[in-house]
């Protein structure tokens, strides 16, 4: 088996593997309003949910970016769910443009305001979560070093869901396919979707 040290990074592959091997991650496709009202909305891998009471999510995103800087500004933040018929106006958001540009426009997405927050989700998504920021985190490495990024994390105070992908009183993911992030520019979708019970314990 194949071992290096990150310090030097000398994995004698073409790619860095380490995004790859943590795969695969959901997309927190984050929409926020900055201060003069324009609109953001930008996918990331580094998303997760972090606690289910109360409920809490995260993403992580490189410092300087629009969407962490609105956050922080407004104390809101929506994550609209990226699934697999979405995936060509999430890519399209993705593009990197000076702040106050709306990617709600270039992806031809519609903006729908939150009824609890202030920030923007994306009306073509089968679900929606309207957050508001409980803590920022800027995180350091063994040398005490901040890292290139800012972790925004924000309690779920609101969801919406599209009742078309309800089946059974639950959301039917093999119909919804939701996206998830592979590394290098790989990208795969949760349509195959099996069901396993937790073991009892004797």
């Not at 998830?180 to 949760?190: L, V």
């Amino acid at each position: 088996m194949r071992f290096y040290e990150t310090a030097g990074n000398v994995h004698g592959l073409r790619h860095d593997p380490f995004k790859a091997i943590v795969s695969p991650r959901p997309i927190g496709w984050i929409g926020t309003r900055g201060l003069d009202g324009s609109r953001n909305l930008s996918p990331y891998s580094f998303f997760n949910i972090v606690a289910d009471d109360p409920k809490i999510v995260m993403f992580a995103a490189g410092r300087g970016k629009g969407s962490p800087r609105n956050a922080a500004e407004t104390g809101v933040f929506t994550v609209s769910l990226v699934s697999r018929d979405l995936v060509r106006p999430m890519n399209e958001s993705s593009i990197a443009v000076p702040y106050g540009v709306d990617e709600f426009a270039i992806a031809g997405l519609t903006p729908v305001t939150g009824q609890m927050v202030d920030a923007p989700y994306v009306g073509e998504a089968h679900a929606a979560l309207e957050c508001r920021v409980t803590e920022i985190l800027h995180p350091r490495g063994l040398e005490g070093q901040e890292a290139d990024t800012v972790i925004t994390f924000g309690q779920v105070v609101g969801i919406h869901i599209d009742e078309s992908i309800i089946r059974d009183g639950r959301i039917d993911m093999a119909a919804v396919r939701p996206v998830g992030r592979m590394g290098y520019m790989d990208y795969c979708d949760g349509g195959d979707v099996f069901e396993m019970m937790r073991p009892k314990a004797p």
